[in-house]
């Protein structure tokens, strides 16, 4: 988006017909799921080291994926565990409220970091939190390779003083690792649609197996013994010392107990370590084994994905048109200058609201409302509830209580507008566009003195433009003459010229002038101003055969037109501005 200012416009227009073909389904390779011996090895996608970072949950829960996606006929799909292990950190809600009390405390952690629990990731990909392929955001083997390239997580590691919300979103949000590609191109998405957990496994194996024997991988998390007791085979196998040396999950892919001693009896894992402690049987080349001893032992958590689902982008657009909203934004209201940092999309984190009660850290469980944090130009901190809808966000806050529980329902949407006006609140509603701009209005409530209701806004993830914030009466038409305006929206932008006023009806004067665009190509513009600054606005370009007309909901002073054209050709808003550019 190139310099843009102030006033904004909403366009309202007809849906495209869905359309979208079967993907062409490869042929699936057998495998072994007789009573006593399973073996999923060929439905299994390649073998991927983790490196030395901490991300073996994600490894254990994308591999499953790519296992059922394989089965259901998709060939061989890459997927990104880089993009899964850094959005389920940067993307985390923190659910236990007195922890964060302060706004500047951090509610969410750091992307490049690792741990968790593997069917824990499973059940956060199934509240919403999708996977793309690994050429959308590769995965980086190095432990260095974020503190090599960020200078500022260096810091974020080691100064406690600096670990705040605003300093975490800087780095999560930077957008060379959260690029304008992957969060707004046309890729194919990969979701969860069930999952399945297998209470106190260690008590039951036979679900374990049951699972298998139904095609159904399993994530297991375990501890990982200090003393690795390997047999003849490289099985790992029981320890009789009972400390632990952290923890680790993988993925189960199978079992064997056709040998009439049951100590020979094993499971068929997929790790994530490369060539570490495979098994030494040619049928399992790089692949490992664990006894049953070793699992009734070590075995903390276990579960399986039930099913994926694909999402290709096509004619209907983005298959989650909610992830464009991810990043910082600069924001203008009412001339006042803020920064909001979108970091959750609302029920994304409904798993860690999930796994927070079932551990009674929390003590009831509530739907996930957050999107983020915005910053005045004052500094104070405000945590913010909203929702997104296609190109559409709404959201909240409130000056009396700037840190919001993220269960809080924000008011507007789901009460009545008059008691969140009289509680604090004040509700945004933004536009978004494909160029990172989104335009919008506030609804005010009785933080403000001024009578009229609305105030327009917008932001951009670029830099602020340099705006002049004229006083523009709407009542006093002759404020719009002999100035020079730009225009812009993601349609068309330009120059605008007024030069004339008239009466156009009782209720309207009009301020007419003249349109060039980029291209030099020049048409009428109508402003139509109320006498009444509570009533809407209506802007016109006037093509040879065609009028666009922008019903304007509200224009304030200093600030924004949002309004709608009927006649678009798209089913969304889109935003527009129009400032003066002196």
Not at 47 to 59: N, S
Not at 263 to 278: A, C, D, E, L, P
Not at 437 to 462: I, N, Q, R, W
Not at 572 to 581: D, E, G, H, T
Request: proline letters at 4%.
């Amino acid at each position: 988006m190139r310099k843009i200012e102030i006033i904004t416009i909403k366009i309202l227009a007809l849906c495209l017909i869905v359309s979208c073909s079967a993907p062409e389904v490869e042929i699936i390779p057998e495998t072994e799921t007789q009573g006593e011996y399973v073996n999923l090895i060929n439905q299994q996608s390649e073998l991927k080291p983790q490196g030395g970072r901490g991300t073996c949950i994600v490894f254990a829960a994308v591999a499953a994926v790519e296992a059922k996606l394989k089965r259901k006929g998709f060939g061989e799909v890459d997927l990104s565990e880089e993009f899964v292990n850094y959005a389920r950190k940067a993307f985390y809600i923190h659910p236990v409220m007195q922890d964060y009390v302060d706004g500047r405390k951090t509610e969410n952690q750091l992307g490049s970091q690792g741990g968790g629990g593997g069917f824990y990731t499973a059940s956060h990909m199934l509240a919403g939190l999708k996977v793309p392929k690994e050429v959308v955001m590769p995965y980086q083997t190095s432990n260095n390779y974020y503190t090599q390239n960020y200078p500022i997580l260096n810091r974020l590691l080691s100064e406690d003083e600096f670990k705040t919300q605003f300093n975490y979103n800087t780095f999560n949000l930077n957008p060379e690792i959260l690029t304008d590609d992957l969060l707004r191109g046309e890729h194919t998405w990969y979701s969860v649609t069930g999952v399945q957990e297998i209470i106190d496994p260690r008590q039951n194996i036979d679900q374990i197996e049951n699972a298998l024997r139904n095609r159904n991988e399993v994530i297991i998390d375990f501890r990982v013994p200090v003393d690795f007791n390997l047999d003849e085979n490289n099985t790992w196998r029981a320890s009789s010392n009972d400390s632990a040396n952290g923890a680790h999950s993988v993925l189960l892919v199978g079992f064997d107990k056709r040998n009439p001693d049951a100590s020979k009896h094993y499971f068929i894992v997929k790790n994530s370590w490369g060539n570490v402690r495979t098994d030494k049987r040619e049928e399992y080349a790089g692949y490992t084994t664990f006894s049953y001893d070793f699992i009734q032992k070590n075995v903390t958590v276990a579960g399986f994905i039930k099913d994926v689902k694909t999402l290709s982008f096509g004619n209907d657009g983005f298959k989650w048109p909610e992830l464009k909203f991810i990043g910082r934004w600069k924001t203008v209201f009412h001339g006042q200058n803020g920064t909001l940092d979108i970091y959750n999309i609302p029920g994304l984190n409904d798993a860690v609201i999930e796994s927070h009660f079932q551990q009674g850290r929390i003590s009831s469980k509530h739907e996930d409302y957050r999107i983020g944090t915005y910053y005045d130009e004052n500094g104070t901190v405000y945590r913010v509830n909203g929702k997104m809808e296609g190109n559409k966000l709404t959201f909240s806050l409130n000056y009396e209580q700037p840190i919001l529980p993220w269960e809080e329902p924000f008011p507007g949407i789901f009460s009545n507008e008059e008691t969140y006006a009289r509680d604090g609140y004040k509700k945004f509603t933004f536009y978004l566009d494909k160029n990172n701009f989104m335009g919008g209005y506030a609804t005010k409530g009785e933080y403000y003195s001024s009578a009229h209701k609305y105030v327009g806004g917008f932001a951009t993830k670029m830099e602020r433009p340099n705006i002049n914030y004229t006083i523009l009466t709407r009542t006093t038409p002759s404020n719009y003459l002999q100035r020079p305006f730009k225009f812009y929206s993601e349609l068309i932008e330009g120059d605008i010229y007024f030069d004339k006023t008239s009466l156009y009806s009782s209720s309207y004067f009009e301020v007419s002038g003249q349109f060039i665009s980029e291209n030099n190509f020049g048409v009428s513009v109508k402003l139509l101003v109320p006498r009444d600054a509570n009533e809407n606005t209506i802007f016109k370009i006037v093509y040879p055969n065609k009028e666009l007309r922008f019903e304007c909901k509200l224009a304030q002073r200093k600030d924004a037109f949002i309004g709608i054209l009927p006649d678009a050709d798209e089913d969304k808003v889109i935003p527009f501005l129009l400032y003066v550019n002196e």
